[in-house]
């Protein structure tokens, strides 16, 4: 069962990710920078299901769920490493800016997730879990604060024809990095009450 488990889930991965290249996602030869636009939607939309089936099919077994998990970290050290080596490669689906960063994110954190859940299942441990759950909170958080610092400066700093090149989403990635250290405020603040509650010795007792 864990055997057909973990095949099943990296054949699908794989064959994900050939749907992609030959869809026109994935380019190894662009010089233009953003990717030329015959790219195959329906190959892209069946991709992702495969993606998908790969972590439904190696989610009931934590040990298919590590290793669906450390592909996912290594496939996205080999893209950073890619996009480092050769100038040409892209990863393309809408052709909107930071789209190789997301698709490198989205792999790491799914990878994380896989990883770290299926830790929490073989060892009962609910820091673990927390991980999950403090990466996802972050991550909403910080992509919903860019998406309304870009609303807020298109609307307020961009709308009018003379206001030149407008830097939204500069302005927009302050916004998203003041959320990052206001998440790690938060999460630190949460792990050292919790660190009190287990530990109560060792909390100096005032008199």
């Keep these: ?16 990710l050939i749907l992609l290249a030959v869809g026109g996602f994935i380019q190894f030869h662009d ?6 636009e015959q790219w195959n939607r329906p ?8 993606g998908i089936a790969a972590v439904i099919a190696a989610w009931p077994l934590p040990k298919a769920r590590t290793t669906l998990g450390i592909e996912l970290a290594v496939l ?14 892209r990863f393309i689906w809408v052709r909107e800016e930071f789209e190789m960063v997301a698709f490198e994110f989205i792999l790491f954190l799914l990878a994380v997730v896989l990883v770290a ?12 879990l927390r991980l999950v759950g403090y990466l996802l909170g972050t991550t ?15 609307r307020t700093m961009c709308g009018s024809e003379d206001s030149g090149d407008c830097l939204a989403v500069l302005g ?10 206001v998440c790690v405020i938060a999460i630190a603040v949460i792990e050292g009450v919790l660190w009190r509650r287990r530990h109560p010795s060792r909390v100096p007792q005032h008199r």
């Design 1 to 16: 069962m864990l055997k057909n488990r973990v095949l099943l889930s990296s054949a699908l991965l794989v064959l994900g």
């Design 31 to 36: 010089v233009s920078g953003f990717g030329w």
């Design 43 to 50: 190959l892209g939309y069946v991709a992702a299901v495969l």
């Design 76 to 89: 996205s050290g080999l893209v950073i490493l890619l996009g480092l080596a050769n100038t040409g490669f």
């Design 117 to 128: 859940t299926a830790r929490a299942a073989r060892t009962g441990a609910g820091g673990w």
């Design 140 to 154: 909403v958080l910080v992509y919903g604060t860019f998406l309304v610092g870009v609303e807020y400066y298109d």
């Design 172 to 181: 927009a990635l302050f916004w998203a990095g003041g959320a990052i250290v």
